[in-house]
Structure formats: C-alpha cells, structure tokens
C-alpha cells in the first residue's frame, strides 16, 4: 500500500513549505544524493569505523557502492518505493549501508531498538504493514532471529527477514546485493525517509514521519551549531536509531559533512575510552546517566582522552551539579541538548558563557522554530514563567504517522506540536526544562509511556488495578513504580512476579518496573479519577 501524504502523514501547508525554501533551510536534496554526491567528491575518505569484533572501514566510495548494490538487491526482492522496512539493528556498519540502500529506493525504513522484543516489534510491523525486517543474529545473548520468527506470523505482510550473521531459517542480509539495475524510482526531497519512534504516551509508540526536505536541514543546521566539519571523528556511543545520536548532529550529520562516524558497541567507559584514544575522537553524544558514568572514570582514566574537543548531552534533564563537573573531568567542551524524535532541538551554544551552558538546555536550532509557552488554558505565560511548551517550525512534523485521533489533541489547530513538556525561557532565548506535563517516565532518556505497562499488568488475572508512576532516582533521574491493587481473594503475589509477568509478555527491558508496591486503593482527583499526581508525590518518599 503506498503512502499518501498529508492522509498518512500529514504535512506543511503550502505557504510554510514555501517559506522554508526560500529561507534556505530545504534545500532540495535526498539522502540518497547525499552520499553520491560525497562518494563523488571524496571517494577515499573513510565515512564509518566499526571497530568490533575486528575493525572494519568503509570509505565514502565503498559505503556508496556498498549502498547502490543492497538496493538494486533489496529492488529485485520486490521492496519499492514508499515499502516499509523494520530495521532494528545494534551499533553496526550494515545498520548504515541498509538505512542508507532504503533511502536510495525510497522505502523507509522504520527505526526499532535493539532491545526491542516481541510486543513493540509486532506492532511496528503489523502497523506499518511492513514487507521486511532486518536483525542481527544474536545480540546481547537475545536471539533476533527467533524474535523474527515469531514477528512473521503476527504481521502477514512480512514478505522478509534478513540478517546480519548467521541467518537461521531467514534471508542472510550478505545474500542481497545485486549489481546496481538502472536508475531506481528515487523518492523526492519532499517524500518521507523515514519513521522514526515516539517515546509514546499512549499504549503504543506513534511513528514519526521525517522528510528528506526537514530532517537534512536539521543536520547540517546542527553541524554548524556543533562545529561539525570532514575533520570530525564522532564516536556513536547510544544506540545509533535513536534520533539523539542520529542528528544531534550524529552520524548522519557527520556523513553530511564529510566526517568520520565510529560505531561503538557499547556506551561504557571500558568500552569508549580505548576507542576514543585509538580512533582519536573529537565529538560524542551522551545522555545524563553515561555521562555520569564518563565524569567519574575519567578522573582516573589510564587512556588519553585529549582528542575530545566536544561532548553533548541530552535526551533527559542534565543536573545542573553534573553539568559544572563535566568540563573540568573530561577536558572538552559540554554543550546540553534538548530535542525530540518529533522534531525541535535546542543546544547551547559554542560561544555560550559556563552558566548558560550548566543551567540551561540550550535555545533552538532554527530562526524559523515558533516556540509558544503556555499555560493550561492555551494562553501564554509572561515572559520567564514556566509553560507547557508548544512548537512548530521548518523540521517539526505536523502530525504522527496514521494516527488522525491523537493528532488532534497532539497538535493545535494552528499545527503547533505540544511537546508535554514544562519550560521557562531565559532572556537570551534558552530553554530551561522544569517538568512534564504528559504521562511518562523518561528513564535515564529512554521514554517509557505508563498506559503501556499498566496495560500489560492489568492483564494479570490477580490484579484489579495499576498505576505506574516515576520515582526519583539519582542515577537515572526517574525510575518507574508499579502500584497494584490485587482483586480480592486473589492469592497474593510478589513484587518479583509481576516484573517477571511484563518480561514474559515480550516488551524492551527498560519497561519492566523497577520497584513493585501493593496498595489497597488509588487516591483521586475531585472528579473521581485516580490522581497521579499524588501518587507521584507518595513515590518521592521512596
Ligand atoms: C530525545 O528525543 P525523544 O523523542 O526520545 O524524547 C523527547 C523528550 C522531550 O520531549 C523531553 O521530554 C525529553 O525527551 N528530553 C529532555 C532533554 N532532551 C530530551 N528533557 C530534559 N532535558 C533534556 N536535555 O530525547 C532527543 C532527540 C534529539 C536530541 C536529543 C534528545
């Protein structure tokens, strides 16, 4: 079934498309392009490290032609233009050449994490109705293969499950390439690339639809802000499909310009530091918790690290305390970013003095972002109060994938995306989160939405109700809490059993509750609702 636009994905009208191409922010290029146009120009640079088991490049050349002949191959397996494909593929080089083989027929691919399981992965596919999916064999002692297996006879438009490894009973993704046939059915600047994932409110993730058009000029808008030139050499230490390490201004942003991108296997100290000492890093990406992690190692790291010119850190609210240590530690800069699949991204600047840059979380990327900060009722706050903040601009979507119900309340009449998150704005135009106004739990930057593990719990035959709500945690920043109400006479369960009730039912782990607690009822709101808010003012006392 094809896509069509502005039905399936709603899109800009008319006059705002024509105002973000005079502005000079589309500029009329696809992704597909992208990478011919620097394979042509510098065929001999190396685009990509990966570095594990044993380290292997690809030079803007190879990974050019690499991705000219997984599309002709993924084209003679029936994939076409507008196809969905699943991709959920861990830090590797083959994550790049098969994103990169989509883009050039203009399927899209759809970005799952890899610790997603059978619940999220069924719904990508059965949603989306997509025709592929691609896995690794085994990953993180998770067999992906076995995952597909089952994900097949949940979506019955999977034509294909191609792998990475050992394929098992699938397609091996080494089995695909084809020489390049003819010119392909190429999308056009102002066709979807891509979904990507929301962290989700609701009881599933909606599936954010990106542009060529959008999502290039939130890259290389970000290389300028972030100082991204063919010197960089950016080490992808989060999982590379999610948007922060994506284009903030990650390894897309550094192919757009030329750079290297390295692929780590994993975000760890033990991990990062001897390949930012080997592959002579000078930028990164971190979310507060890994960047933690990093400020306490590398007071006493044996590796050089002197090569680190730049670290950003976002995806949840950075300690302002944190912050002021990460500069002294690890002798780079700190920039703090606040974006979101959906689309605006706000950074601190290069030319920021050290107070805006430890106490804000940046201002946004383009002239052309409209932010309004509103209170309940719409109307906006004085200036410097804290609002619910609602935005729209040139690389905002303006509505979720397939999903005209919650569009409506998601978005404004007037195509403003509220975001559900709390802000104040400083003089200087930044942003400074303060809190959530929607229903989630952002678990050291991985979103968790309670109505989807409630639901899952309410599945238990011994529960009568649930209400899953954040907890403080000096780590994490939140963790998530599981209140039950058992049903009467139900045989009484143990924290542990619960936990191992989600697991069981197939969802990412970080959805698993961290902390389980029986009650006997829910406090309410005054028109009878259970009130969250006080049950999160219960679970700080934890
Ligand atoms: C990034 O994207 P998402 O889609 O996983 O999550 C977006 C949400 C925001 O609405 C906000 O609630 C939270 O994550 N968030 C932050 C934050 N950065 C993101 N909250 C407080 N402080 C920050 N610095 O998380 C994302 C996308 C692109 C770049 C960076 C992060």
């Not at 303006?398 to 195509?415: C, I, K, L, Q, S």
Request: negative net charge; contains cysteine.
């Amino acid at each position: 079934m094809t896509v069509t636009p502005g039905v399936d994905a709603p899109t800009w009208p008319e006059e705002f498309a024509a105002r973000y191409r005079a502005a000079g922010y589309w500029r009329g290029e696809t992704f597909g392009r992208m990478l011919r146009e620097r394979a042509t120009a510098h065929p001999d640079r190396v685009a990509l490290v990966d570095p594990a088991p044993e380290r292997r490049t690809w030079t803007y050349g190879e990974l050019d032609a690499r991705a000219d002949r997984l599309a002709a191959g993924f084209a003679a397996r029936g994939i076409a233009k507008g196809d969905r494909v699943v991709v959920q593929l861990p830090n590797v080089g083959e994550f790049v050449e098969v994103v990169f083989a989509l883009f050039r027929i203009g399927a899209l691919p759809v970005y799952a994490l890899p610790a997603h399981r059978e619940t999220e992965i069924g719904h990508f596919c059965s949603f989306t109705e997509a025709v592929a999916y691609v896995v690794p064999d085994v990953h993180a002692g998770f067999d992906h293969r076995r995952l597909a297996t089952r994900v097949k006879e949940l979506a019955p438009s999977l034509r294909d499950v191609f792998v990475v490894g050992e394929p098992g009973e699938h397609t091996p993704l080494s089995d695909v390439p084809c020489d390049p046939a003819g010119p392909f059915d190429e999308p056009e600047p102002h066709e979807l690339a891509f979904l990507q994932l929301s962290g989700g409110t609701t009881g599933v993730s909606k599936l954010i639809p990106r542009t060529h058009d959008d999502y290039l000029y939130s890259l290389w808008a970000s290389n300028e802000i972030c100082g991204v030139d063919a010197d960089t050499r950016f080490l992808v230490a989060l999982p590379a499909a999610h948007n922060f390490p994506m284009s903030s201004p990650g390894w897309l942003g550094v192919l757009y310009a030329g750079g290297t991108a390295v692929l780590a296997p994993k975000p760890d100290p033990a991990t990062a530091f001897p390949l930012i000492e080997r592959e002579r890093i000078t930028m990164t990406g971190l979310v507060p918790p890994l960047a933690l992690v990093w400020t306490e190692a590398a007071a006493r790291a044996k590796h050089d690290l002197s090569s680190l010119e730049l670290t950003l850190v976002g995806g949840a609210k950075y300690s302002e305390a944190a912050a002021r240590r990460l500069e002294p530690t690890l002798r780079c800069r700190l920039m703090q970013v606040f974006g979101m699949a959906e689309g605006l991204v706000n950074y601190t600047r290069l030319d920021d003095d050290v107070e805006t840059v430890v106490s804000t979380q940046g201002r946004p990327i383009s002239p052309d972002d409209e932010i309004r900060i509103v209170d309940d009722t719409g109307h906006e706050v004085p200036d410097g109060a804290p609002g619910q903040l609602l935005t729209r601009g040139p690389y905002t979507i303006r509505g979720y994938w397939r999903a005209p119900e919650h569009n409506r309340n998601a978005f404004t009449e007037d195509g403003f995306y509220r975001t559900g998150d709390l802000v104040r704005r400083t003089p200087s135009g930044h942003l400074v989160v303060v809190g959530r106004a929607k229903d989630q739990i952002n678990r050291g930057g991985e979103k968790i939405a309670p109505e989807e593990v409630e639901n899952i719990i309410l599945a238990h035959p011994a529960v009568h109700d649930v209400s899953v709500v954040a907890v403080p945690d000096a780590y994490l920043g939140e963790r998530s809490l599981a209140y039950v109400i058992l049903r009467e006479g139900a045989e009484p369960l143990k924290p542990v059993a619960v936990k191992r009730f989600v697991r069981e039912r197939g969802v990412a782990a970080y959805k698993v509750p961290d902390l389980v607690e029986f009650v006997a009822a829910f406090p309410q709101t005054g028109v009878g609702k259970v009130s969250k808010n006080q049950l999160r003012s219960t679970a700080e006392q934890h």
